[in-house]
Every structure is written in C-alpha cells, then in structure tokens.
DNA sequence: TTGAAAGCGATACCAC
DNA sequence: GTGGTATCGCTTTCAA
C-alpha cells in the first residue's frame, strides 16, 4: 500500500541502505548527486518513514501517553495544552487517557501505553497509588507527575505548594480586613487538593488573627454543585462570615451563584476568592479574585521533565515547585 | 530489557509460534495444559506483547489521531472526552493534535500521524482546506470531521445542523415575543459556526417577523472578550434591541457581563441566548438559556463512524445530522 | 497439537 | 560512497 524503503531504493537504483542514510542524514555516506536521485524518489513516490517499524528496530517510539482523570475538565484541559505542545516541539506524539478516577481504568491504561511502548508517562492530578506505582515501575520508563505528588513513592512532580499558596490566599483575605473568614473544601482526605489547602488556610488564620478553630466546610468534590451546596451549609453554620476561600474556582463561582440566589451580594456583603485560576474566573460576575496555579506552564514544565530524564539516562530527576500568585479581580472588598 | 515472546517460548519450552498462538487465542491450536503452561510463563516474566512488532507485522496500529484547532477549549475538550471514550473501549488509543488552526501545524500534524501509522483521523472543529484533504487522502485511511463539514470534498461528518440551530434559537426568542432582536455572531466568513448560524438567524427574522435585515454584528472570533466587544457595538446600534443571539456560549456570557457593566439587566432589560450548552452556560449569572449540541455524543458517534470504515471496509460511510435542543434557563424573559 | 521459517520496514554494522 | 545482511518482536503459512 504505501511505498516502502525498498521502493525507493528501486526507483532510485540504490540499495535500501543508501536510502536509510540519506533518510537520517546519518554520516554523510553518500555524495550530493544520489541524495538528490533519492529525494526526487520520495517526492515522487510520496514514501513517508514507517516509524512503526523505526519504533521497533530502535525501540523509541517517539511518543508518550498521559493520564488524566477528567480529560475534558478544566485543569486537565490546560495542562494538556502545555504538555502537548513542548511534546510536540521535540518530535514526539501523546496519547491521551481518561481514567475518570478509576483503578481499574488506570491500571489497564498503564498496562496499555507499557505494550505500546511510550518512552514517558505523565500522570495528572491524582494519587498515585502503589499498584500504579508497581506499574509504572515495571515499564521502566521516566514518569513524572503534574499537580499531584506522592509522599510515598519517589517520583518527580511538578505542582504549586498547596499549603503555600492556601496560606497565601488567606493571608490576602486577612490583610484586607476580615475576620470571620470560612473556607470552602473539596474533598477533605484529598492528599493534594483537600488537607494541604486546609492546612495552609487554618495556619494563616492561627498565625495572623489567633484563631485556632475557624470554620471550614467540606465537599465530596470540587465542582461547581458542590460550591453552591457548601456555601448554604457554610453561611447557616456561621452567618457572620465576610469572606470565603473556595478550593478551586468551580466551587467559588458555585458559592457565588449560591449567595445571588440567597440576595447576598459579592462583595459588598461577603468577599470570595477561589483557586486555580481557570479562564472561568474571568467570566464570572464579579470577576473573581482567585490564586492562580500556571497550570500551562506547569504542563510544559512537566513534559520538559520528562524528556530530560528521556534524554539524559542520569538526569537529576528533581521536582519543581511552581510559583503561585494571587490574582486580584472583583470579588474581594476591603473591610472598613 | 523487556521480556519478549521469546523468552516465554524459552521459559515455557515451546516455540514462539505456540505463544503467539496462545496470546491471539487463536484457532485453538494448543492443549489446554500448554496454555497453562504458557500463561505461567507470562506471569512470571512480566511479559508484555510489544503492540509496535506486532503493528509492524499487521499494518493495525491501534490508535487513531484526532486534530483539534485549540485543544483547551471547551468545545474540543467534550468533543474528546466522547472520542476518547469510545476510542478506548474498541482497544484502541488516541493521539491528540493541536492545529492551533495553522496550516503548517496542520499539514505536519498529518504528515506524522501518517508515520505513525494511525488506522484513521477525526479532523474537529474546523474548515478542510484542499492541502488536508489531500493530505488526509494520500494517507488511505478513514478519516470524519466532527463538528465541521466540507462542501468541496466527500467527507463524512457528525454535526448539528447549524442553520437548523440558529433558527430554531431565534425562533425560541420570536415565540417569548421578542421583535428587535439581534445578533451577535462570531466570523462570519467562517462556513460553519459563522454564516450559517447568521443565516439560520436571518431566515427566522424573516419568515416569522418579516424583517429582511436585522442587527448583526461580527467579531473576529467566538470567545468571551468578542463577546463583551460585540454587545456593545450592538446596543450602540440598535439601542431597542430585546433579545440577542450570540453564536457562542461563551460570547453571550461575555455579552451579558458587558451588559451587567452598563447597568443593563439580563434578563429584565434585555434577553439573551447562547449557542453549544457549555458547562459554564450554567454557572452564569443568570443561568444563560441556549442552543445545545451534544458535543460528547457527537464525539462519540464520529468515532463509531470511523471504526465503522476501519472495520468494514466498503461501508456507507454516511454522515450524520446530531439534534440540537433549546435548553430554557434564566436569561430569556418573556416580552408583556 | 506443535515447530520452522518467511517477512513486516526500517537501522547499522561490515565489507568492498 | 555504496551495498549486503542481520536484526528488532511478532504473526502466519506450511509441514510434520
């Protein structure tokens, strides 16, 4: 069907070798004259390259695979953007899997990319748990995790400080005058997304205002529903409240849709901040005042990471910590 | 360093062609206690069948490329998570592309998707110039467009019939009694989500209202910034205007926070319907009433659509309308 | 039921 | 500078 190495080399009257060198431009084994009688070949024949049978004579594929829990949420969507376009800058294919957060699901995705032998894999976050770890082990191929990390195991990740960047936020909401601040949780057990966040947001509020024990609710997710749900059981449990951090932007425009409907105004009557920084947050009204994580960027970073350890047998393999940053917009009001 | 069909025949003291066999299931040519054997073998070793030899060997690569012209949007991230789906549940796996909507990136995508030896193409979201088309066809492989067509070349698609959509979404604001109602389109030279959703509008203002020219405004592009942009072109031209139609979810809820920001309500003072049912078209302040298309399915059908050509190789290959569906909210009022 | 061997389309070593 | 050929890991006739 399609014109192989071989045709070439008849068309061209030259051995398949001569081809292959010119091919790779390998060595310069071969004068002008016959590159030139080879290209017009290829021209002509339209040959194109079979990486499948490259891939199995010098096993590299040239491509790698990452997993995602919710492909076509939002996060997902922009770290895949960045991890796909430096994959692609540097020659090399991703396939894309969905494991909706399911071991099973993974495990035969991992199971999968192993047989069609990715040089690297990405996985994004969630956790890793210790038969993904097992499975990722056995390929021995280069992983690297983006937006999650693992106590447990020695992976390099490449994700914003959790804890950090909670604190950060609250702090904003300190220094801007509140007190009565309440936080918005997903899932609290979350290793990443869940205790790190509450922990940031209950150091600032211990460290800055003395308050040990301030109100925080928790979600069994981070989605928008669950935003406007918390943020009903957040206000009847403390109706003093002035301002709320919400752990993703989902949430904080579900919790401002909450308090629209309740006829509370944001900001004038309670200020919110969110989390991640999604193109959402922008859109919202007010525009939200938010924590942004460079999730693209991190993407980017992430893949850059692998390809080092791809490239460099004895790479360092360290793990990267993200700058975070506020983002003001409209959502937060100074207290008077 | 990954155990190879060789090695189980060594371990398990048959030839290859036993464990080829007995990994195919096929023809039943080995006794049951030798597939034990065998399996035993597999166990112990790890062993893996190297999907890039046996890609080699039969031309059946297992993966498919999918183009999009800008993978983090919210269109293309539902459109793959249905293609992804049902990509995965046929064993196979997909390579995703970023055009960025650029020739160059498009035609190199191809080229290397053609390398690669992928078994088909879903092209998304965007126009076929003559260069893909001939592209696409010098590859020999199936290949549908999902949420675009072609009118020059013979292309399966899945879609919404977007005149169809557009008239039904003006006619939803004719039948809530609106009368100067206008709208706000995205580029209106583009031959999918540009003229014929204007068409489709103009058609309806028509037939229905008599009105052989009503507002249109067009912006260079169908995000939310156009969207802010545009409203207020149109409110500086037609300061009567009611209702609006914008040509994308994401521009009406640019449009209504333009609207928010000159102190216009939505829906009291003015209504406003969107187009694709977006996840966000319902985190909007109000929940923005608009024209759905059922992306993930749509996703889902072009996929079946192309391992319907793979497997069956003289298939009808037909294409395939989607229905599309108002879905009512809050942001359309009904005229007294 | 089982094994030997050809071949898929490249790469790269070894001669010439 | 160029060609012959073994090889990558597997599938699949053809014989036994």
Known sequence: MNPTIKDVANYANVSIATVSRILNSTSAGYS???RELVMEAIEQLGYKPNAVARGLKNTRTQTIGVLFPDISGMVSSELLHGIEKVTHNLGHSVIVCNTASQGKKTLDYLKLLSEKRVEGILFA???IKDEYYEAIKGMNIPAVLVSTKSHK??????KVDDRDAAYTATSYLIEKGHKNIGMISGIKQDPIAGSPRIEGFQAAMRDQL???????VSAQGFSYEHGVEMFEKLIKAAPHTTAIFAASDEMAIGAMASAYHMNIKVPDDISVVGYDNLKISEMAIPPLTTLSQPLREMGEKATELLFEALTDKNSTQSSIIMPHQMIERESVKAMA
């Open 32 to 34: 002008e004259k016959t």
């Open 153 to 158: 195991h020695p992976l390099p990740y490449v």
């Open 125 to 127: 976050s969630e956790e």
């Open 210 to 216: 003395g308050n040990d024990s301030p109100v925080v």
